[in-house]
């Protein structure tokens, strides 16, 4: 079991520009969330999907964010444009039918200069 | 809605002294109860998890009973290690599998 696996690890882009973090679910899991972690903020869940549907997305900060989850296994999060204070480390995590918990990815740094 | 309250940090403790970090919920229902811990540079990881109250959830030394009575969910180790210098993160789940996380709690132990 490779467990959640996020890219890439360090991201580094220009005010502005668009950027799209990666996300591979373990086989089995079902749920997906997408969190981001700040100092001043901590953690914050962004968007969770069950079955490759979207449940809540009353966490995404804005219509700059958008998340997919085109098949069982695999999600992407996208900022466009993106702006330095979307800067923190994003994290997604998924679970697997009844009470097991959450396995993160070791997430994304992301910087907007 | 549903939430924990952990208590704040940063704690700071020599090794081998015993470690207490309170954490309390509010919930509707009868959640399932957890405590994650996050090392520098990685992402969150399930320590130990309790379903029902009087459960105890254990791992790697850490221990936490689910008190449904004080609504409360205390993580303890009775001799720390610099390696368990870490933020431990108290949680809480429903049904719906909806989790929340406290803020969290920075640990460092001093050799």
């Known amino acids: 079991d490779a467990g959640v696996i996020q890219s890439p690890r360090h991201e580094v882009t220009e005010m502005g520009q668009e950027v799209t973090l990666r996300c591979k679910l373990i086989?089995?899991?079902?749920?997906l969330f997408w969190y981001r972690q700040t100092m001043m903020r901590g953690l914050e869940l962004l968007i969770y999907?069950?079955?490759?549907?979207?449940?809540?997305d009353s966490g995404m900060p804005e219509d700059r964010f958008s998340a997919k989850m085109p098949n069982a296994s695999f999600s992407t999060l996208k900022i466009q444009p993106s702006e330095p204070r979307d800067s923190a480390v994003y994290f997604c995590?998924?679970?697997?039918?009844?009470?097991?918990?959450?396995?993160f990815g070791s997430g994304t740094r992301l910087t907007v200069v | 809605g549903d939430s924990v309250t952990q208590m704040e940090g940063p704690v700071t403790l020599s090794e081998e002294a015993f470690l207490t970090i309170n954490c309390t919920y509010t919930?509707?229902?009868?959640?399932?109860l957890f405590w994650y811990v996050q090392y520098p540079g990685e992402g969150l990881q399930l320590l130990l998890k309790a379903t029902k109250a009087d459960d105890k959830g254990s791992n790697k030394g850490f221990e936490a009973t689910y008190r449904k009575e004080t609504t409360s969910f205390h993580l303890e180790k009775g001799s720390v290690q610099v390696s368990d210098s870490a933020v431990y993160f108290c949680a809480l789940s429903d049904r719906s599998n909806d989790m929340r996380f406290g803020a969290g709690t920075r640990l460092t132990v001093k050799p």
């Open positions: 995590a998924s679970s697997r039918p009844g009470i097991y918990g959450y396995t």
């Open positions: 999907f069950n079955n490759n549907v979207p449940i809540d």
């Open positions: 086989s089995g899991h079902n749920s």
């Open positions: 919930a509707t229902g009868y959640p399932s």
